[in-house]
């Protein structure tokens, strides 16, 4: 049996989580997946699947050699595509990463519009919101939102985005007025775990290198930022996200952002992929699709941000006048 075409059915096995996913995917029989597998396993000499009949848990060995295989097979799709030159067309699949939301309402839309445009290209998107290893992982393009630190990646920056506190306009009429960090302290919060679940931290004052940070009891703590979007925008308490994740909330008037003048600095949005992956004709015709799309959806949303933080400062310098 090829040893290469066996590593293209083991990494579909995990890719897929069964052995009948993987023969799906590749148009083989559970059992011919099985036999792949087997030669694989005999030619290293250990197990690299541990089997049941509902799905496959990698051994130690196997995670390993998993990431030894994506690595391989990467390698043999940048040959074969140098070897071809400017006749290379996209194909293949292309395997995308992205923050859960993110990933679902700003990624996703641009997705179905690029597999409209390359109907040979499959896309797998993984909507994680933890750390991904993209050489281990088999990951193409990753669209992360941080600073990155340097490294052999190429990035390409799409835009920015703010940590924001959003209460709705009926909570903030019946409760005390919130002018600075330390009136959290007496409010209901809605909190999240990746965004503190009991206590914020803010920049530091003026002449002062300690960031400020507010202690609170929160009154709701949930692990989906579409939950907690949901409870602040029926005035149920204060939240804490990123400017994205309430874009529609701020256009409709649901949500309010507060304590504009107390947030961090944004923080940057990039497409991410190891050297060399942007020259793959799949890489380089998404990259080249997706780039100009997305800069504009986080140029409308700095905008949009910037003219809800306009109408606040004409709406408050109304109040102060009456």
């Not at 793959?280 to 409308?300: N, S, T």
Request: with cysteine; glycine share 6%.
């Amino acid at each position: 049996m090829d040893r290469i075409d066996a590593m293209k059915v083991f990494v579909s096995a995990v890719d897929e989580g069964s052995l009948a996913g993987a023969g799906r995917r590749l148009g083989r029989s559970p059992a011919a997946v099985s036999r792949a597998i087997a030669f694989l396993e005999t030619h290293v000499g250990t197990e690299l699947l541990h089997r049941t009949t509902r799905s496959l848990k990698l051994s130690e060995a196997g995670e390993r050699y998993v990431a030894s295989c994506r690595r391989v097979l990467a390698e043999l799709e940048e040959a074969d595509i140098a070897a071809a030159g400017e006749r290379a067309a996209p194909r293949g699949t292309l395997t995308i990463t992205a923050p859960v939301i993110t990933g679902e309402d700003v990624l996703r839309p641009v997705l179905d519009a690029f597999m409209n445009d390359y109907p040979t290209v499959s896309v797998r998107l993984l909507l994680l919101d933890r750390p991904v290893n993209l050489i281990d992982e088999g990951i193409d393009v990753a669209l992360r939102i941080a600073h990155l630190a340097d490294s052999s990646f190429v990035a390409i920056r799409l835009g920015e985005v703010r940590r924001v506190v959003a209460a709705s306009p009926s909570y903030l009429a019946r409760n005390p007025a919130i002018n600075e960090p330390a009136d959290l302290a007496k409010q209901q919060i809605v909190s999240m775990t990746h965004f503190g679940q009991d206590s914020w931290s803010f920049p530091p004052l003026k002449n002062s290198s300690v960031p400020r940070t507010v202690q609170f009891t929160p009154r709701l703590v949930v692990n989906t930022v579409r939950a907690a979007v949901a409870s602040a925008a029926e005035g149920h308490g204060v939240t804490r996200l990123f400017s994205y994740h309430i874009a529609e909330e701020i256009r409709s008037g649901r949500l309010r952002i507060i304590l504009g003048k107390d947030e961090y600095p944004p923080l940057p949005v990039h497409l991410l992929a190891p050297q060399g992956r942007f020259s793959v004709p799949k890489v380089r015709a998404f990259v080249d699709f997706a780039v100009p799309r997305l800069k504009r959806y986080f140029e409308r949303l700095s905008r949009e941000a910037k003219d809800s933080a306009a109408t606040i400062r004409s709406r408050r310098g109304r109040v102060s006048a009456e």
